[in-house]
C-alpha cells in the first residue's frame, strides 16, 4: 500500500488535490482517511465550551486512533472511520467503513506534526496557498456545509486558526516531500504526483 499525506492549511486546496487523485485513478483503488473525522469527542462538554475549543491545535485530534486505523489499513484490515458532527462539535454514533485498498491518502491540516504519524507516510504533500484565498474558502465552506455564521468563521479565524497556522502548519511544511503552490490550479504539480502513483499502481 502506498501512502500519501496531504498537509495544507485551512482551505489550501486539499480536498481538491484528493478528488482529482481519486478521479484519476480506477475504482475502488483508493482509501480516504481525513484528519477532520478525527477530532476528539466533546459530547460531554456544554455546547457553548465547545464552540469556543481550539480545533487548530494538535491536541485536538484524536492521532492514536488515526495511527492505529492507517496501521490497520496498511495490513489489510478495513476500519470504522468516526463521522464528526461540526454543528454539534460532536462525534456521532455512526462510522464509515474504510476498505483496505492498493493507495491510501491521509489528509489534514496538522498531520505533519506528530512525527509518528509522518513516519506512517510514504509521500508527503504539503498545499502552499496564499492566506487571502484560503481565508475566502473557508468562509464559503462554512457558511454551506458546518452551519456557521460569518462573525463566528471570522472570530475562530482570528482567535484560533490563524495563530495556530504558524505555530504548527507552517512550520510542518519542512517535513513535505512535494510542495504544491496554490493547489488544484497548480495542473503540473498534480500531474507530476499522479504519475507516481500510477507508477505504484503499474499503469
Known amino acids: 500500500m502506498l501512502t500519501i499525506g496531504i498537509a495544507g492549511g485551512t482551505g ?5 488535490i484528493v478528488r482529482n487523485i481519486i478521479e484519476s485513478t480506477p475504482g475502488d483503488t483508493v482509501s480516504m482517511l481525513e484528519q477532520d473525522s478525527y477530532y476528539i469527542d466533546l459530547r460531554g462538554v456544554p455546547l457553548e465550551e465547545r464552540a469556543r475549543h481550539n480545533f487548530d491545535h494538535p491536541d485536538s485530534f484524536d492521532s492514536p486512533l488515526l495511527k492505529q486505523h492507517i496501521r490497520l489499513l496498511k495490513k489489510g484490515v478495513a476500519v470504522e472511520k468516526p463521522i464528526y458532527d461540526f454543528v454539534t462539535h460532536s462525534r456521532t454514533e455512526r462510522t464509515e467503513h474504510v476498505a483496505a485498498r492498493p493507495i491510501l491518502v491521509v489528509e489534514g491540516i496538522l498531520i505533519f506534526t506528530d512525527p509518528d504519524l509522518r513516519a506512517l ?5 504539503f498545499i502552499d496557498t496564499d492566506a487571502d484565498l484560503r ?9 454551506a456545509e458546518r452551519g456557521r455564521s460569518l462573525d463566528s468563521v471570522l472570530s475562530q479565524y482570528e482567535q484560533t486558526v490563524r495563530p495556530m497556522h504558524y505555530e504548527f502548519v507552517e512550520p510542518s511544511k ?7 503552490p496554490e493547489g488544484g490550479s497548480n495542473l503540473i504539480a498534480q500531474e507530476l504526483l499522479i504519475d507516481r502513483i500510477h507508477g505504484q499502481l503499474g499503469r
Open 135 to 143: 481565508l475566502i474558502r473557508r468562509i464559503r465552506r462554512d457558511l
Open 12 to 16: 489550501s486546496g486539499k480536498t481538491t
Open 121 to 125: 507516510m510514504d509521500i508527503k504533500v
Open 174 to 180: 519542512r517535513f513535505a516531500d512535494i510542495i504544491i
